[in-house]
Nanobody, 116 residues
Framework: QVQLVESGGGLVQAGGSLRLSCVAS????????MGWYRQAPGKQRELVAA???????NYADSVKGRFTISRDNAKNTVYLQMNSLKPEDTAVYYC??????????WGQGTQVTVSS
């Protein structure tokens, strides 16, 4: 089992920045991919960014050039640096982890609100 706890959400004006953090605990040795998803009201949950243990990062087109995902394996933590935020980035952001056995785990979510 893997547990994920997010932090760092909040309210920010358009053009501002936030950094989300997600700490994993439990069977962290089994984690392959870590990433961030988001879900806006009335919309489906969508991938924002992902970073596998040994591969290249992957970003949604809508955040490329503005968001950066990084990972500190020693701290079992994944980060999402969000710059140049837009009102359309407003959503609940969820941390996600997938193990080498392809089991999926989710955090509880953290609200990000961008005001215009």
């Amino acid at each position: 089992q893997v547990q994920l706890v997010e932090s760092g959400g909040g309210l920010v004006q358009a053009g501002g920045s936030l950094r989300l953090s997600c700490v994993a605990s439990g069977s962290t040795f089994s984690i392959n991919v870590m990433g961030w998803y988001r879900q806006a009201p009335g919309k489906q949950r969508e991938l924002v960014a992902a970073i596998p243990s040994g591969g290249s990062t992957n970003y949604a087109d809508s955040v490329k050039g503005r968001f950066t995902i990084s990972r500190d394996n020693a701290k079992n933590t994944v980060y999402l640096q969000m710059n140049s935020l837009k009102p359309e980035d407003t959503a609940v952001y969820y941390c996600h982890a997938q193990t080498y056995q392809r089991h999926n785990y989710w955090g509880q979510g953290t609200q990000v609100t961008v005001s215009s």
